[in-house]
């Protein structure tokens, strides 16, 4: 979009978002590789604005309803957002601008709200409306039964998308297939749905004033913390004192080391079908650990 057109649209969003004081400043930024990212500064505040020409259907909705859920558990800070559209060719997500400079403190900070958060439950697994990791599309249901949402809607859901796209076939798929089948041998069906924020990586956390971490684009759920955490893991990028300070004040399972590889599992089928095939051998190493050759 030409910048007097974004012009346009930052007004319009700051107008839905009740700041009247009049635009100063609009300049792109660098912000993560879905959306483009803007810098709006008006007499009163300053602003993050995202911005995405084809946004799916309800794509900033869904990530203002995620932050609203975080926030209103008031354990870990989120921004606040000020207005959406997902209007076709004229998506955004005004957001508050979040700046600050890590403290010592900052990391174990993020590991003890991290598990507040975790410490606060819904009733039931999943989310009453399909989400999206990343742009990929991620059907939902509220199910009282993690097991079953985890093999139908997270597992399942990317198996299909493989599948459609050609990544997963002959023996990943008769793998895939097969641990879905076992898969009560490692993933509870019982256990208490935690607020997730649903894509933690080592991006989507940032440092605001005083020190304070701060999660940004949820891809919000309810489910077993584990989950979280297992991704966490995977990339890497989390210190171990979060880590240190996440069990101390919410220990994990016996068991997590069991079922991490299988959590992780989800996140590297979503990139795969993201990105391609360089996350296959990822998926075939733990596909070989628990199901073993076919």
């Not at 997730?196 to 913390?225: A, C, Q």
């Not at 890497?236 to 299988?262: A, N, Q, T, W």
């Not at 989800?266 to 095939?277: D, S, T, V």
């Amino acid at each position: 979009m030409r910048m007097d057109n974004m012009e346009q649209l930052a007004k319009i969003a700051l107008e839905n978002g009740r700041d009247y004081s009049g635009l100063q400043t609009i300049k792109k930024i660098k912000g993560g590789s879905i959306n483009e990212a803007f810098y709006v500064r008006t007499e009163d505040a300053e602003f993050f604005m995202k911005f995405h020409a084809n946004s799916p259907k309800s794509f900033f909705k869904n990530e203002a309803t995620g932050l609203r859920l975080i926030k209103e558990t008031d354990t870990i800070s989120v921004p606040n957002y000020l207005s959406y559209s997902d209007q076709p060719g004229n998506a955004f997500l005004l957001l508050e601008w979040i700046e600050g400079k890590k403290s010592d403190e900052t990391e174990e900070i993020l590991g003890q709200k991290l598990a507040e958060l975790h410490q606060s439950f819904g009733r039931m697994h999943g989310f009453q409306t399909d989400t999206y990791i990343g742009l990929l599309p991620q059907p939902n249901e509220l199910n009282a039964n993690w097991l079953d949402y985890y093999r139908k809607k997270r597992l399942g859901s990317q198996m299909e998308q493989g599948i459609e796209k050609g990544l997963i076939k002959d023996k990943r798929r008769k793998q895939l297939e097969q641990l879905s089948e076992r898969l009560d041998e490692w993933v509870p069906s019982f256990v208490e749905p935690s607020h997730l924020h649903g894509d933690l990586y080592i991006g989507n956390w940032i440092v605001g004033p005083g020190g304070e971490p701060y999660l940004v684009d949820p891809s919000f759920l309810y489910g077993d913390r584990h989950f979280e955490i297992a991704y966490t893991e995977l990339f890497g990028g989390f210190p171990s004192k979060f880590y240190e300070s996440y069990h101390e004040s919410y220990p994990l399972r016996k068991d997590y080391e069991d079922v991490k590889p299988i959590y992780q599992l989800y996140y590297l089928l979503a990139h795969l079908n993201l990105f391609g095939e360089s996350y296959g051998e990822s998926i075939d190493t733990i596909l070989d650990r628990y199901v073993g050759e076919l």
